[in-house]
Nanobody, 122 residues
Framework: QVYLVESGGGLVQPGGSLRLSCAVS????????MGWYRQAPGKQRELVAT???????NYADSVKDRFTISRDNAKNTVYLQMNNLKPEDTAVYYC????????????????WGQGTQVTVSS
């Protein structure tokens, strides 16, 4: 079994910063795309940022120029640096690994983290 282990959420004032991390719990063969999604109360889960292996990052318009996604392929870890946070960024943030292959012979699957709460409030 494999898990995505998230960390870094918390309470921050408007204008503040947080850094989220997500690591794969065991050694794997490969991952296609890693990314972050979020879900606010009463709303659907939405894309925040994604980064394909060796590719260009993709951001939601609402977070462009404030959030930065990065990825350490050697550690199978993805990060989300969030700056200039706003109250509307308050949500549970979920890590996603798309096209994760445990071994060469196992078909790729999609995995989600357990979610980490980010609250932006004064």
């Amino acid at each position: 079994q494999v898990y995505l282990v998230e960390s870094g959420g918390g309470l921050v004032q408007p204008g503040g910063s947080l850094r989220l991390s997500c690591a794969v719990s065991r050694r794997i063969f490969s991952i296609n795309t890693m990314g972050w999604y979020r879900q606010a109360p009463g709303k659907q889960r939405e894309l925040v940022a994604t980064m394909p292996s060796g590719g260009k990052a993709n951001y939601a318009d609402s977070v462009k120029d404030r959030f930065t996604i990065s990825r350490d392929n050697a550690k199978n870890t993805v990060y989300l640096q969030m700056n200039n946070l706003k109250p509307e960024d308050t949500a549970v943030y979920y890590c996603n690994a798309e096209g994760l292959r445990l071994t060469y012979w196992v078909p790729p699957q999609n995995y989600w983290g357990q979610g980490t709460q980010v609250t932006v409030s004064s």
